[in-house]
């Protein structure tokens, strides 16, 4: 059971700007901070750009910074919607539905289930939780800028 | 989100079996029946063969069949059983453990919450809920073997 990469790099993105809000950090700052590709990152950032979550200063001294409060990011809402183009099994919607048992198979119906259980539950937090006093995760992001 | 290719199989396994229990099926009537690699399944009999969900009968008329009833097979215990070497995000227990993140993030927490409760929801049901009284898959894992 596995989230895409551009999940794992939007949630690191999302926790980088939340620590660093009083100023705009490049896409490069964050590749270089996390040993990441630029190119997902900047996918990553389209997307979240997209939505509204964040936004991108254009020019020289510009970067990117949160458009919402960590209060207002919820972390389910922001998972399924970067996972969306994720199929759990082929028989999903968006799937290449190449399974011969598709219209007579109970099994898509109890897995949608279980994936509505997933997001319930990611639905309680929000990014507020995984920053808010949380010193040692606002030394490392802050402490890699500063250098 | 998604699960392995291995999953996905295992059920199809499973549900053939279930279907076809008066007799033994033979891994190329599966992979025939379903149009995939013989391989996949090969390796996803032996795993549910050294669990002792199916057992496999050697010999010239040989084949699988289920070892336990499908009222003992849980879909939860199985499917967790098959994803146990997929790591949902790199820094889950098995994966590489590359963001720097590592010691100081909560989403780690959060998205082990989350996946129980999508383990739980599948704990609720075994393979005797996706084929007792569901006439449209016998009829289709049946067809195909007589033919």
Redesign the interface.
């Known amino acids: 059971?596995?989230?895409?990469v551009q999940?794992?790099y939007t949630?690191?993105v999302l926790?980088h700007l939340a620590v660093n809000s009083k100023g705009l950090v490049t896409i490069s700052e964050i590749a270089q901070?996390?040993?990441i590709s630029k190119n997902h990152l900047m996918k990553v950032a389209h997307q979240l750009s997209k939505r509204g979550v964040i936004e991108a200063v254009r020019g020289r001294s510009g970067g990117l910074r949160l458009a919402q409060s960590p209060n207002d990011i919820n972390?389910g809402n922001i998972i399924k919607f970067i996972?969306q183009s994720?199929?759990?099994?082929?028989c999903f919607p968006g799937g290449k539905n190449?399974?011969?048992?598709n219209?007579?198979?109970?099994?898509k119906g109890?897995?949608f289930?279980?994936?509505?259980?997933?997001?319930?539950?990611?639905n309680k937090?929000t990014l507020a939780?995984?920053v808010v006093d949380?010193s040692?995760?606002k030394?490392?992001?802050l402490e890699?800028n500063a250098a």
Not at 1 to 4: A, E, H, I, V, W
Not at 98 to 101: A, P, Q, R
């Open positions: 059971m596995k989230l895409t999940s794992d949630l690191r926790m901070h996390f040993d972390l996972e994720s199929v759990m099994v082929e190449g399974c011969i048992l219209n007579a198979c109970r099994l109890i897995l289930e279980a994936q509505t259980a997933f997001f319930e539950c990611l937090y939780d995984l949380n040692p995760l030394q490392l992001l890699t």
